[in-house]
Every structure is written in C-alpha cells, then in structure tokens.
C-alpha cells in the first residue's frame, strides 16, 4: 500500500539556519504531495503543494520538488524563523478510487531558538 | 469563505459510552474525511464521504461510523468508547476532485475516561 516517510525528528535550529526534512514515498500510479503544517492545539493548515513530476511547491518561503526518480518531496527554507516552530507532515492522496485518503507521515517536530 | 468547522472542540465520556462529533465543510466542497491523530499511530484515515455516500474507508472496527448529509455536513460516531479511543479527531474537506487538496478543521479533542 502507500506509505510516507519523513526523516526522525525531533529537529532544532537557531533563527535564520538552513531547513530540511527529508520526506519519501512509495505509491503506485502518480499521487498528489503535499507538505501540512500543524501550530500547538490546532488542525493542519497546507503549507504546499506538488502535483505532477518535476513540479515546485511553495509558500511563506518554504519549498519542495516532486522527484519522481527519488519517490522524493523533502521541505527546505533558506532562513528559519521562530514563527516557524511547529509540526510538518509531508502527505500523498493517491487519487483514483482513493481520492478522498490522505496518507501522511509520522510528523516531524521543529523548534526553532531566538 | 468560512474555514472548516468542528463541534464540539473538546469532549470528555467515560469507557462504554458513544459519542457523536460534527463537522460543516466548507462552502461548496462535497468530499469530507474523517482522521484520528495519536501520539502512537500518528494521522490515520478513517472514512471519506462524497456526496452522502461513504467513498473509503480506513482499517478501523465497526464501532467507528459516520455518514453525510445533503448539505456536505458530516457526523461521525464511535460506539463503546474504549480509552484508546482518546484522540483528536480531524476532519478535512475537499472539492472531491482534481488535486486531492484538503483543508482541515481544528478537530475535536476526545478523551475516554
């Protein structure tokens, strides 16, 4: 079946540090990759989006690229804010007769420091 | 357009009882997912209802229903609460094509004393 898998956690940074979180896939077919982030005592909020091969995502300065040759959708920011501090999911909605299925990974914690 | 709406946000019932959780999408969107979220097993997909038909469903017992209405409201219920019931419960809506977009609601937060 689909499965995501998102890099151990937790991870911590200082304000203005490079991010990544590693995030791969297995799906048959061509699945939709999503990137969903979820703040203290709320629900997810999408953070981006990729749909096809090839395709970039990006929002609030954080991006990720569809690979299909790696089954890869890692999330980067080139300088983290505290603000940022919060729980990141990386998702796949297979489509077809799983349309409505969202298969997430385990979640990773960041916290970033002044 | 309003968000994603969850009633009630937190519930509290004690081992046996059932329980019913509500969830208005937003306007114009038919598709609507059910998850529960658990420190242990992480996000995990219930059902999903699309036009008042139930359209897949998760690995979860019979004890875990819900259905839709004609207004893309949707209700799910647990029957027999168990405390490893104690979760969040996320619910998501979605046009019910293209992508697979959702946008998620605030949850409601259920503990199974």
């Known amino acids: 079946g689909d499965s995501v898998t998102q890099m151990e956690g937790p991870v911590t940074l200082s304000e203005e540090a490079f991010l990544t979180i590693n995030c791969t896939y297995t799906?048959?077919?061509?699945?939709?990759l999503f990137w969903y982030v979820q703040y203290p005592g709320e629900g997810l909020q999408l953070l981006l989006k990729?749909?096809?091969?090839?395709d970039k995502g990006s929002n609030k300065g954080f991006e990720a690229t569809y690979r299909k040759e790696t089954t890869s959708f890692h999330l980067e920011k080139g300088s983290v804010q505290v603000s940022d501090s919060a729980v990141y999911f990386c998702?796949?909605?297979?489509?077809?007769?799983?349309?409505?299925?969202?298969?997430f990974g385990q979640g990773t914690i960041l916290t970033v420091h002044p | 357009k309003a968000g994603v709406t969850q009633t009630p946000r937190y519930l509290i019932k004690t081992r046996g009882q059932q329980v019913t959780l509500s969830c208005s999408p937003i306007s114009g969107h038919r598709s609507v997912s059910w998850y529960q979220q658990t420190p242990g097993q992480g996000l995990q997909f219930l059902f999903e209802y699309f036009s008042e038909t139930q359209r897949n469903k998760g690995n979860f017992p019979g004890r875990f229903s819900g259905r839709q209405f004609s207004n893309s409201r949707s209700e799910m219920n647990v029957s027999t609460l168990e405390l490893g019931d104690s979760a969040l419960y996320l619910c998501a809506s979605s046009l019910g094509w293209g992508n697979g977009e959702q946008f998620f609601g605030p949850g409601t937060r259920l503990t199974v004393l």
């Open positions: 998702a796949l909605n297979p489509g077809g007769t799983s349309y409505g299925k969202l298969t």
């Open positions: 990729a749909t096809k091969a090839d």
């Open positions: 799906a048959t077919g061509y699945p939709s």
